[in-house]
């Protein structure tokens, strides 16, 4: 099983629509990270939490928000969904700690909003 | 701005070849980098990483070369395989974001 789980793994909705992404993880990380990729580009952040009760912007936030729901769970919801926010998104993992540590990825949600 | 970038955005190389590819980064405060491989409908696979005060570092048919005065570094992938075929990003890692290049595209020809 895979360690980081995102579900759906694909989504076509029509604009306007309210969509939530869902992330779990079995590695026992404190702190999680939602990204998205787009053609060409590398990855941006759009929020992260570094355990249950913290939550940050990142890069790119506007039109999402997310839900620390427990410390293996974090979920991204787009209130009102645009075409421009098609798009493939990533939810990562990594260990706190003194030192930097690498963040670890699930396989995507490919979103396409209509 | 921040940025992380790769010099090409294709590789072609034959089985069993060396491949190298490079990345550029602007920050000189950067002090944590990881190479990241990422196959086709698959999230990004963690290869390597590097801090400041090394200068290279060996895993399993992979180097990681880092040159802090020309803020540049390397994957070096020994005798490259037809697995190996994938996009190859470097990240720095700035305070909480990953920042990413745009990923070298590396393909593998038996």
């Known amino acids: 099983d895979a360690d980081v789980t995102q579900t759906p793994r694909n989504r076509i909705t029509k604009t306007g629509k309210r969509i939530m992404l869902e992330c779990s993880q079995t590695?026992?990380?404190?702190?999680m990270y939602w990204y998205r990729q787009d053609p060409g580009l590398g990855l941006r952040l759009i929020y992260y939490?570094?355990?249950?009760?913290?939550?940050n912007k990142g890069e790119i936030s506007d039109g999402y928000s997310v839900s620390r729901q427990a410390q293996a769970k974090f979920s991204l919801s787009l209130e009102s969904a645009i075409p421009n926010q098609t798009a493939l998104y990533f939810c990562?993992?990594?260990?706190?700690?003194?030192?930097?540590?690498?963040?670890?990825f699930g396989d995507g949600t490919r979103l396409s909003i209509l | 701005g921040e940025s992380v970038g790769l010099h090409l955005p294709t590789l072609s190389v034959q089985e069993g070849d060396n491949s190298i590819i490079n990345c550029a980064y602007s920050?000189?405060?950067?002090?944590?980098f990881i190479w990241y491989k990422q196959e086709s409908g698959k999230g990004p696979q963690f290869i390597i990483d590097?801090?400041?005060?090394?200068d290279k570092r060996q895993g399993q048919r992979v180097t990681v070369l880092l040159n802090k005065t020309v803020k540049h570094l390397s994957l070096q992938i020994a005798a490259t395989q037809p697995g190996d075929s994938a996009v190859y990003f470097c990240?720095?890692?700035?305070?909480?974001?990953?920042?990413f290049g745009k990923g070298t595209t590396l393909s593998v020809s038996s």
């Open positions: 990562a993992t990594s260990d706190s700690g003194t030192r930097n540590q690498p963040q670890h």
């Open positions: 590695k026992g990380h404190d702190r």
């Open positions: 939490s570094f355990d249950v009760k913290d939550i």
């Open positions: 920050n000189s405060a950067s002090d944590y």
């Open positions: 590097i801090r400041s005060n090394m």
């Open positions: 990240a720095d890692l700035l305070r909480t974001a990953l920042i």
